[in-house]
Each structure stands twice: as C-alpha cells, then as structure tokens.
T-cell receptor, first 113, second 113 residues
Framework: EPEVTQTPSHQVTQMGQEVILRCVPI?????FYWYRQILGQKVEFLVS????????KSEIFDDQFSVERPDGSNFTLKIRSTKLEDSAMYFC???????????FGSGTRLTVV | GESVGLHLPTLSVQEGDNSIINCAYS??????FIWYKQESGKGPQFIID?????DKRQGQRVTVLLNKTVKHLSLQIAATQPGDSAVYFC????????????FGSGTRLLVRP
C-alpha cells in the first residue's frame, strides 16, 4: 500500500534555530499538506500546496513557516527561528485528485528546547 | 467560527461489543467527512468517509452515519476488538476551502478484554 514517508521521526532543536521537516508524498498525488498536533490536542491544518504554490494556509502558518517542493518527490516544511511552542507532531499528507486517497505520514516529533 | 467537536473524550467498551463514537460539526457548508484512527505515535489512519449526499456508508465492521439536519456524525464499530483501541477523530472538508481537513478533538476508545 502506498505510504507518505516523513523524516526524521524525531527532531530536537534549540530555540531560535531553523528546522526542515521532510516528506515524500505518494508518487502520483497532486495535493500536499502539512498539519500539526500539539501533545494531547487535535490535529490542526497548517497549509495546502498544489501546482507548486500554496493554495491555502491557516492563521498558524505565519512568516515563520515556509513550504517547498524542491524536486519531483520531496515536500518540505521549514520553520525559522523555532519557539518552544512549536514543539508538536508535524504530519505531512497527500491526496490524488482532490480528496481521493488522502493519506497521512507517521509524523515528525519536533521538540524545541 | 467553524468547529468540529466530539461528545465523549473517552469511551470504554467490552471486547465483542459494538462501539459508537459521536461527532458534532458546525459548518453546514462541509460536504465531506472522514473518520480517522490514531494509534500512539502514529499518524491518522483513514477508516471511512462519507459525502453529504449520503446518510449512511458501511465498510468492514464500521458504519458511518451522517445527520445533516442536526449536523451530527457517528462511527459505529461492530464487534470491537482490542486492536481497535486508539483515538478516533472525525474531520470535515468545508466546500468553500481547498482540500484542507478540520479535525475534531478526538475520542479515546478503550477495549476491555
């Protein structure tokens, strides 16, 4: 069964540092997403990406965040100048045409110290 | 504002019994709903979905019911097994958005042997 792959599974970073979270979506999918989940809370939408541009972003996704699809297979989330409150699980997801096959990765646990 | 909420944070059932997990949503513009299962340390796993032109959909051991009149969604799991123990989230896709999902707060299902 096709999977969304995320690396690393756990990242620890110092406050103020930049991190890049990496994702390999399902190969024939066209839509890509990042979500986050603070410990014990619900999953929150961050951003959706289609045709090499952001199609929608939430209030959380401010100038500190950026996304990129640097090649035909990777989809990255960059967080600049990390804060303690950025500590969370970050999930990448992808879907085919619209909502079809909407699949989540296993997540990257980001810990900011 | 938009919200997707769950009535019960924790549900404990006897193995073999049926489970019913409920969800209320407030965005009448949503036309697509998904139930996800999340096990500890993993990403949301698709269980079943339903579009707003339907009121019931069945899968293997699972049934989703949609009541648009009262904006209520439920997930029924037949013959609950220990492997069903997890947190269950409902999610909705508002029709006027990109393909983002808005998640509810989650219900933890505990299956007693």
């Amino acid at each position: 069964e096709p999977e969304v792959t995320q690396t690393p599974s756990h990242q620890v970073t110092q406050m103020g540092q930049e991190v890049i979270l990496r994702c390999v979506p399902i190969s024939n999918h066209l839509y890509f997403y990042w979500y986050r989940q603070i410990l014990g809370q619900k999953v929150e939408f961050l951003v959706s990406f289609y045709n090499n541009e952001i199609s929608e972003k939430s209030e959380i996704f401010d100038d500190q965040f950026s996304v990129e699809r640097p090649d035909g297979s990777n989809f990255t989330l960059k967080i600049r100048s990390t804060k303690l409150e950025d500590s969370a699980m970050y999930f990448c997801a992808s879907s085919g045409t619209g909502l079809d096959g909407y699949t989540f990765g296993s997540g990257t646990r980001l810990t900011v110290v | 504002g938009e919200s997707v909420g769950l009535h019960l944070p924790t549900l404990s059932v006897q193995e073999g019994d049926n489970s019913i997990i409920n969800c209320a949503y407030s965005n009448s513009a949503s036309d697509y709903f998904i139930w996800y299962k999340q096990e500890s340390g993993k990403g949301p796993q698709f269980i079943i979905d339903i579009r707003s032109n339907m009121d019931k959909r069945q899968g293997q051991r699972v049934t989703v019911l949609l009541n648009k009149t009262v904006k209520h969604l439920s997930l029924q799991i037949a013959a609950t097994q220990p492997g069903d123990s997890a947190v269950y989230f409902c999610a909705e896709n508002p029709m006027d958005s990109s393909y983002k999902l808005i998640f509810g707060s989650g219900t933890r299902l505990l299956v007693r042997p």
